[in-house]
């Protein structure tokens, strides 16, 4: 049985492949039960998460992720979020590898973000605003990157130092303009992308800063649960609304739950999911009309990753 650390993954997973490796595998029958939440007391008190995201292609492989939230973690110098893959033969149940989950997270949401913007944004988006600087943010940029020709990116975050540090750091490393900023009002109206990756319960991105005539596109990755937003109601009902998958999110997206429970949208708003999307003969319905993507993530694209990966390994 293999192990395939960090380091190999971002070597076996380069974000364009990746992204054509996800238009594929979006076509093939597969099967992606909802992910299971249990919650686990500590010994101090605190209430861990244990999240199950398992997913299988009948004669094919087997995938599960086994997905850990721990708040208090920060005390002890780790990481909140602990995630450990395992890829199977879906047949014979043998065991093939075992994954860094955390790199195989980060990089399957950054490059399913890519592949709905290759269908939704602008073609010739040059300008991007990631809202946020955490784990993601990075990943999402240069995933982007890779499906547009973006020239100029600011990054916001709570913390300004924070935003200012990615800034530096991606500067040294891509062949674009990346600035740090405090006030994201108006890069949100010039902007032909914004990417929100947070864990936000209240909406950052407002709808009244948007430029609703420019055929804007939002990427809305952070929230994974109902009591979570990042854009508001103006943004969600002034938007085409795209989802990956229509069972994940209107079940557990707070940023589309919401708004239907409110009356601002129905769940009909929600227009295609990212298997529509890749089929031949997509089109957006107004090429002027502001565009949302909502993901929420789906196991499935952790199992296209993780066997692309692991057939590389093998090949």
């Known amino acids: 049985m293999k192990f395939l650390s960090k380091q190999q993954l971002a070597e076996l997973l380069p974000y364009p492949e990746l992204i054509e490796a996800l238009r594929e595998g979006f076509l093939l029958k597969s099967h992606v039960p909802l992910r299971q939440f249990h ?6 008190g605190a209430d861990n998460s244990l999240l199950l995201m398992p997913s299988w292609q009948q004669g094919g492989m087997l995938g599960l992720k086994m997905t850990m939230v721990c708040p208090n973690n920060h005390k002890k110098n780790l990481e909140t979020v602990q995630s450990t893959y395992i890829l199977s033969d879906a047949t014979t149940g043998v065991s093939k590898a075992v994954l860094d989950g955390d790199e195989l997270t ?18 010739q988006a040059k300008s991007m605003l990631m809202m946020g600087s955490g784990k ?20 916001w975050a709570r913390r300004f130092d924070q935003a200012k540090t ?15 900023i405090d006030n994201p009002e108006k890069y949100a109206n010039i902007c032909d992308i914004i990417s929100c990756a947070t864990l936000a319960k209240e909406p950052i991105l407002k709808g009244k800063w ?24 103006d943004v969600i009902k002034n938007s085409d609304i795209y989802v990956d998958t229509f069972e994940g999110a209107l079940s557990e997206a707070g940023d589309i739950l919401q708004p239907i429970d409110q009356g601002i949208i129905t769940k009909d708003d929600v227009k295609a999911e990212l298997y529509d999307m890749v089929k031949s003969g ?11 993507f909502k993901s929420v993530g789906t196991a499935l694209e952790d199992l296209i990753a993780a066997k692309h990966a692991f057939v590389k390994l093998t090949s």
Do not use: W
């Open 39 to 44: 919650s686990i007391k500590t010994e101090e």
């Open 106 to 123: 980060v990089r399957r949401t950054a490059c399913a973000s890519a592949l709905a913007s290759s269908y939704l944004s602008n073609p």
């Open 136 to 155: 993601l943010a990075p990943h999402l940029i240069r995933a982007h990157a890779c499906v547009r020709p973006l020239q100029e990116i600011y990054i």
């Open 166 to 180: 990615l800034a530096e750091t991606l500067n040294n490393q891509l062949e674009v303009n990346i600035i740090a």
């Open 210 to 233: 948007l430029n609703n005539a420019g055929g804007q596109h939002i990427d809305l990755v952070g929230g994974y649960s109902y009591n979570m937003r990042e854009a508001d109601n």
């Open 282 to 292: 997509f089109q957006k319905s107004d090429p002027h009309k502001t565009t949302l």
